[in-house]
């Protein structure tokens, strides 16, 4: 480690005084302005990391949903996961970290992570559009140089590119090629395969709306489009000529909104979907004959693939296989039905997406989503194995049949992560071999009534949670309360559980009509704010 190139080159980046950030499971996250620092710093961090594992590791740059002024940075495992755990402490450190420690917080983490300083350093580096990206992203190129590391600027990708892109990489090819254009042909060709099994193939064209969120979505898509069959027509809305990233559009606002994004026309029963900023989330949506809004959320996204696997798995003799990974926030429409009529287990974990893969890899078929949108399938090696054995040397034709889909599937979903691109290809290869239509796919179960709150808390630490964030433990007295209040509505469940970023807590109610879901969620906030230290104003009823 040359010590005076550092220093001179982390002037060049000088960490602005009394800023202190943590690494969450969305990497760093701030205003723009603030990161310059952050991001020298996980380039020297990658550096580290690479030479730890003795791989190549990836640098995203991008804050996903978050408002345009916004920035933020991830790094990506070796196989294309988030970064581990443990590093998550080292990166929160080393950001820290005043100027005159830097070189004694690299040893340290060295020394605890057993880092060979002289082996090589491999890092790929993407970014999203937002126009402070380009800079933030030099900023990560001047880390990773100063520490000797190589790297392979992607410029501008979608965060499951770069994620894939690394995971090609390490695995010499197994996964993929870790280019673009080795990305586009891979899902382009397992799609085409998968559309000509569809009962109507070449004698309809396949429209689609979709709403990019003005971010890297749209590039990606159009570069895409090429590789697509056609009959697929992909239309794109909101494509960042005109309008800022992630306003008043998005996976996000159309979610939390409930409504269709700025600048998308709903016409009656069209089938469209919205990407977030980075594109690793995606929602469906319709609007019926009367106007009336329907949202197909991550819960439904998972379903409708579980109950197309669950058909498949059984004709290649590997029925009990799939499990599906849930978090709290799933609607519990969605677990009834997963559970007592498609009968596939169902497992529920803490809120974030590296729990939800991190259990998903448990299982032969892991499907998770977010209700958020952001979920995908995982395969074992063992499943994917003997699927791919059975599509090439099985007897029986159906079987056989059944297996190739299955083998085109798996080369359709993106496995290092939630993949907006690959998830919507997915979503409509199965409607159109299933042929259903976006009502249909709805009408699957109706999802129970449900009201998301935030409570203003002078420390959210004051709520403590247990069993998947399903109970809290702490203050004394709240369980009871809320069971209590659950009690009162019929087909209810409320849970809360603390921000992982801000002094809120988060409260989440459910029931059999909208009014009781409303009511049962401001009874529950009413409870937090009076035994978990409220500030302002208690909240107010719906």
Known sequence: MDLEALKNSSALHPKPPGLALQYGTAGFRARAQQLDHIMFRMGLLAVLRSRAVAATVGVMVTASHNPEEDNGVKLVDPLGEMLHPSWEEYATQLANAEEEELQSVITEICQKAAVNQHKDASVFIG???????????????????????????????????????????????????????????????????????????????????????????????????????????????????????????GADFVKVNQKAPRGLDLKPNERC?????????????????????????????????????????????????????????????????????????????????????????????????????????????????????????????EKRDAAKVLGNMIDLINQTVGDAVSDMLVI???????????????????DLPNRLLKVQVADRRAVGTADAERRAVSPAGLQEQIDALVKRHRLARAFVRPSGTEDVVRVYAEADTQEAADALAHEVALAVYHLAGGKGAPPQPI
């Open 127 to 249: 970014r999203d559009t937002r126009p402070s990206s380009e800079q933030l992203s030099q900023a990560v190129v001047d880390g990773i140089s100063v520490l000797g590391g190589q790297y392979h600027d992607y410029g501008l990708v979608t965060t499951p590119q770069l994620h894939y892109l690394v995971c090609c990489q390490n695995t010499q090819g197994q996964y993929g090629r870790a280019t673009l254009e080795g990305y586009y042909e891979k899902l382009s060709r397992a799609f085409t395969e998968l559309m000509k099994q569809a009962p109507s193939s070449g004698e309809h064209q396949r429209h689609l709306k979709v709403d990019c969120a003005n971010g890297i979505g749209a590039l990606k898509l159009s570069e895409m489009e090429p590789y697509f069959p056609k009959e697929v027509l992909i239309h794109l809305y909101n494509d960042g000529t005109k309008e800022k990233l992630n306003h008043l559009c």
């Open 273 to 397: 979907c919205s990407f977030d900023g980075d594109a690793d989330r995606i929602v469906y949506y319709y609007e019926d004959t009367s106007g009336h809004f329907h949202l197909i959320d991550g819960d439904k996204i998972a379903t409708l693939i579980s109950i197309f696997l669950k058909e498949l798995l059984a004709k290649v003799g590997q029925s009990s296989a799939l499990a599906v990974v849930q978090t709290a926030y799933a609607n519990g429409s969605s677990t009834h039905y997963l559970q007592e009529t498609l009968k596939v287990p169902v497992h529920c974990v803490k809120t974030g997406v590296k729990h939800l893969h991190h259990k998903a890899q448990e299982f032969d078929v892991g499907v998770y989503f977010e209700a958020n949108g952001h979920g995908t399938v995982l395969f074992s090696k063992a499943a994917e194995t003997k699927i791919r054995q059975l599509a090439k040397e099985e007897k029986d034709a």
């Open 428 to 446: 409509e290869a199965i409607l159109a071999l299933k042929g259903l239509s976006v009502q249909q796919w709805d009408a699957i179960y109706t």
